[in-house]
Antibody, heavy 113, light 107 residues
Framework: QVKLLQSGAALVKPGASVKMSCKAS????????VSWVKQSHGKSLEWIGE????????NFNEKFKGKATLTVDKSTSTAYMELSRLTSEDSAIYYCTRDPGYWGQGVMVTVSS | DIQMTQSPASLSASLGETVTIQCRASEDIYSGLAWYQQKPGKSPQLLIYGASSLQDGVPSRFSGSGSGTQYSLKISSMQTEDEGVYFC?????????FGAGTKLELK
């Protein structure tokens, strides 16, 4: 069955970067786009962007350009998202997702000194 | 960006009651709409895609309808396990956008 297993919670200092992972299993990794979604303080959801593992092609929400970098490692069926220049506004839960309706368990990122 | 406006923001319903949640898009999204349910501490779960198609494994008491800019999610008979927050999402144009959510509680 399709599974998306995300890395663990992260506590990071303001101004630093964080890289999180999303390991896919149960399907051909290169056949489906992987999206990333932000959920702040248990509130609503923001689509960050997506990556197509086969080619590395990406599409981004303009709001997250320069903030998020999406990459993949096809050899391990893992997608990555790196967030840079972190501020308190980046404290949130980040999900990786794959259509139709598969979501990872989420990564809680806390930005604090 | 396409704005998704959900209503109501919260509601409470009795067991067996019919519940309807509305979602309005700022422009025509041609049925490119999904509904999700999220429970505390859990990832969102897909209920409906393509405005009216029921995701595998989702109880048949859930249904979606609508077209153009107006969509709705109906729960035909409220159950205890239906408590949670419901989100709509448009998947027609980048960036994909979500509604602010509707919190559903059991009365």
């Amino acid at each position: 069955q399709v599974k998306l297993l995300q890395s663990g919670a992260a506590l990071v200092k303001p101004g630093a970067s964080v890289k999180m992972s999303c390991k896919a299993s149960g399907y051909t990794f290169t056949d489906y786009w992987v999206s990333w979604v932000k959920q702040s303080h248990g509130k609503s959801l923001e689509w960050i962007g997506e990556i197509y593992p086969n080619s590395g092609a990406t599409n981004f929400n303009e709001k997250f350009k320069g903030k998020a970098t999406l990459t993949v490692d096809k050899s391990t069926s893992t997608a990555y998202m790196e967030l840079s220049r972190l501020t308190s506004e980046d404290s949130a839960i980040y999900y990786c997702t794959r259509d139709p309706g598969y979501w990872g368990q989420g990564v809680m990122v806390t930005v604090s000194s | 960006d396409i704005q998704m406006t959900q209503s109501p923001a919260s509601l409470s319903a009795s067991l067996g009651e019919t519940v309807t949640i509305q979602c309005r898009a700022s422009e025509d999204i041609y049925s490119g709409l999904a509904w999700y349910q999220q429970k505390p501490g859990k990832s969102p779960q897909l209920l409906i895609y393509g405005a009216s198609s029921l995701q595998d494994g989702v109880p048949s008491r859930f249904s979606g309808s609508g077209s153009g800019t107006q969509y709705s999610l109906k729960i035909s008979s409220m159950q205890t396990e239906d408590e949670g927050v419901y989100f709509c999402q448009q998947g027609l144009k980048y960036p994909y956008t979500f509604g602010a959510g509707t919190k559903l509680e059991l009365k």
